[in-house]
């Protein structure tokens, strides 16, 4: 997928499981979200918010007023949120679906803690050497995010074509292993 000659740039952001369920340790997020958003937008390129469910809406709908942030919300639909993610410049997530959908258009991805694996091996799976952040522990992360975001911004179009191309090449071998159980 191409990007579009007219594009600005633009980072976006979601949430992740482990910092909203019940199971999870008291922990509030939204600090630490509101700060990274900030050093994002100062640093690295606008932001716009995306939340993939209703807690992650119910997490970045306050951000996204008291700052200004767009919002994506819960009920948009897969290809438009495929459009989006594929063309933005940074997505910092712990959500594997929409993470994927990053990657489509080469979208460098940073990985928070979720409550499985997956988020993990996508990265793993794409090539990116780099950590995945522990959620629960967001505060403390802000500044190494920051800077593997701006590491990622200065490789620029060689790795967004890199991570397309290991995408596809993924994509490839999704549908082949389809074609096993049809």
């Known amino acids: 997928m191409a990007r579009s000659a007219c594009s600005v ?10 910092i909203r369920t019940q199971s999870s340790p008291a922990y509030d997020p939204e600090p630490a979200f509101e700060e990274l958003c900030a050093r994002l937008e100062d640093e690295i390129a606008p932001v ?11 997490l970045f709908r306050p951000i996204a007023e008291r700052h200004g942030y767009p919002l994506i919300g819960p009920h948009t639909p897969v290809r438009q949120a495929i459009d989006v993610l594929s063309q933005t410049d940074l997505y910092v997530s712990g959500r594997w679906h929409p993470s994927i ?23 793993e799976q794409v ?37 397309a191309e290991r995408s596809r090449e993924l994509a490839d071998v999704a549908r082949r292993n389809v074609r096993y159980v049809e």
């Open 9 to 18: 740039p633009f980072a976006t952001a979601t949430g992740t499981v482990p």
């Open 48 to 58: 716009v918010l995306t939340a993939s469910c209703s807690s992650d809406a119910e």
């Open 101 to 123: 959908y990053a990657l489509v258009g080469g979208t460098p991805i940073v990985t928070l803690t979720a409550n499985t694996h997956k988020t993990m091996g996508v990265i």
């Open 127 to 163: 090539g990116l050497d780099a950590p995945t952040f522990d959620a629960l522990e967001l505060h403390e992360h802000v500044e190494s995010i920051v800077e593997l975001a701006g590491s990622y911004a200065e490789e620029g179009e060689d790795r967004r074509e890199e991570l």
